[in-house]
């Protein structure tokens, strides 16, 4: 029976780094994104596009699934920030919340109490779902 080489088994070896201000504005950008995993707080990564755009990200994990939270551009905040935020989503987790379930922008409506007359009043909408009108 063929034995698999051990090399097959070999996984990239993640990119670590203790972020710093420097690190962060001097990456390059490649052919393909890629991430840069920070050392010192759980979690936080940087992820660089092949645009040459830079944003933290926090990753984690809630039921079972690998989820991705942006925190910012890397441009605009400091790594120090970046880990505040970070720690801030992770306490969330920790307590049990989904941190991207309990955030809305500013500039984003909450839910509208007015669109279900307006989809009853279109034309051609039938309004007794189907049914024959009764005689």
Request: proline fraction near 10%; charged fraction near 20%; hydrophobic fraction near 35%.
């Amino acid at each position: 029976m063929l034995q698999r080489s051990p090399i097959a088994k070999l996984r990239p070896v993640p990119n670590k780094h203790r972020l710093n201000d420097r690190l962060v504005s001097d990456l390059q950008p490649r052919s393909k994104a890629f991430l840069v995993w920070d050392t010192v707080q759980l979690g936080l990564v940087v992820q660089v596009q092949p645009t040459g755009h830079r944003s933290f990200i926090v990753v984690y994990n809630r039921h079972g699934r690998t989820r991705w939270y942006h925190l910012s551009n890397a441009l605009a905040i400091r790594v120090a920030e970046a880990r505040k935020l970070a720690n801030a989503v992770t306490y969330q987790i920790a307590q049990g919340k989904d941190p991207p379930l309990n955030v809305r922008h500013p500039d984003t409506p909450g839910p509208s109490k007015t669109w279900q007359p307006a989809i009853g009043n279109m034309p051609g909408r039938k309004t007794n779902h189907g049914k024959r009108p009764a005689n």
